[in-house]
């Protein structure tokens, strides 16, 4: 059974900043690209950045110089890490992994319970 785990969201003023962190655990032979997805109230939910396994980055325009991502491949932990933070960033954030489990399996997309995140203005 795999789980991501996810921690780091809350309260956080204009301006500010917080950092997510998401641990994948379990039966797990590889993970590939691991992301970070958001949903806003009333609105779809959008990819805010996704890394792969080389360490390749994209972001959202949206969030561009203001957010990193990175990942330790040890620990199967990816983390974002959110700077100069505004209202409209508020939303619920949900990390995803690409995983395969064993060797012979294809790659499924696994999902964090979400952690939220609201910034005020």
């Known amino acids: 059974q795999v789980q991501l785990v996810e921690s780091g969201g809350g309260l956080v003023q204009a301006g500010g900043s917080l950092r997510l962190s998401c641990a994948a655990s379990?039966?797990?032979?590889?993970?590939?690209?691991m992301g970070w997805y958001r949903q806003a109230p009333g609105k779809q939910r959008e990819l805010v950045a996704f890394?792969?396994?080389?360490?390749?980055?994209n972001y959202a325009d949206s969030v561009k110089g203001r957010f990193t991502i990175s990942r330790d491949n040890a620990k199967n932990t990816v983390y974002l890490q959110m700077n100069s933070l505004k209202p409209e960033d508020t939303a619920v954030y949900y990390c995803?992994?690409?995983?395969?489990?064993?060797?012979?399996?294809?790659?499924?997309?696994?999902w964090g319970q979400g952690t939220q995140v609201t910034v005020s203005s």
């Open positions: 995803n992994s690409k995983i395969r489990l064993t060797i012979v399996s294809g790659t499924r997309d696994y």
């Open positions: 890394i792969t396994s080389g360490g390749t980055t």
């Open positions: 379990g039966s797990i032979f590889s993970i590939s690209t």
